[in-house]
T-cell receptor, first 114, second 112 residues
């Protein structure tokens, strides 16, 4: 399967713990995006990488959130000191580089905070 | 910033009939409009997209129309089948780092 891969698929943790998610994009895609989706809503943009450079961060991305893409391939999203409101599906997408290109999504990581 | 509204929130149609989902956007600078299908427990899957220099695009049973003057675009599915049942999202790209701004989704139910 050469699509976008996200791990883990599900994460259950206690409030206050740190969690980290991983995204492996489609291999030739230079752009990588993180979105958050809550139940019954469309995805909300969190951040965007072109190769290893993080070019934009949403206001939704508080200082407890950090994303990296160290070698321009896979990316990680870390949430520190998790809160109840962080419960959501975290989606990763990737696309080619030139202009507006279709974004291809993984199946997400569902985070549940106890 | 860009705002995308999507209607209806739920649409129930008889198998074989057509379904139409409508979206409006606010930012006239938006120039790329994809549609996604999301099944339970899965990520959104791109089904069709349209750019602002085109008024209509068709792919088998699926078509999208765009009216830039009125700032609205629509998804048309003909000859609906049970496997078309899912949540459909429209989105717009205002051109700032290519982030997508999404509608709230339409739950499409195909009645046998």
């Amino acid at each position: 399967d050469t699509g976008v891969s996200q791990n883990p698929r599900h994460k259950i943790t206690k409030r206050g713990q740190n969690v980290t998610f991983r995204c492996d994009p489609i291999s030739e895609h230079n752009r990588l995006y993180w979105y958050r989706q809550t139940l019954g809503q469309g995805p909300e943009f969190l951040t965007y990488f072109q190769n290893e450079a993080q070019l934009e961060k949403s206001r939704l991305l508080s200082d407890r959130f950090s994303a990296e893409r160290p070698k321009g391939s896979f990316s990680t999203l870390e949430i520190q000191r998790t809160e109840q409101g962080d419960s959501a599906m975290y989606l990763c997408a990737s696309s080619l580089e030139i202009g507006d290109q279709p974004q291809h999504f993984g199946d997400g990581t569902r985070l549940s905070i106890l | 910033g860009e705002n995308v509204e999507q209607h209806p929130s739920t649409l129930s149609v008889q198998e074989g009939d057509s379904a139409v989902i409508k979206c409006t956007y606010s930012d006239s600078a938006s120039n790329y409009f994809p549609w996604y299908k999301q099944e339970l427990g899965k990520g959104p899957q791109l089904i069709i997209d349209i750019r602002s220099n085109v008024g209509e695009k068709k792919d088998q049973r699926i078509a999208v129309t765009l009216n830039k003057t009125a700032k609205h675009f629509s998804l048309h599915i003909t000859e609906t089948q049970p496997e078309d049942s899912a949540v459909y999202f429209c989105a717009a790209s205002p051109g700032s780092n290519y982030q997508l701004i999404w509608g709230a989704g339409t739950k499409l139910i195909i009645k046998p």
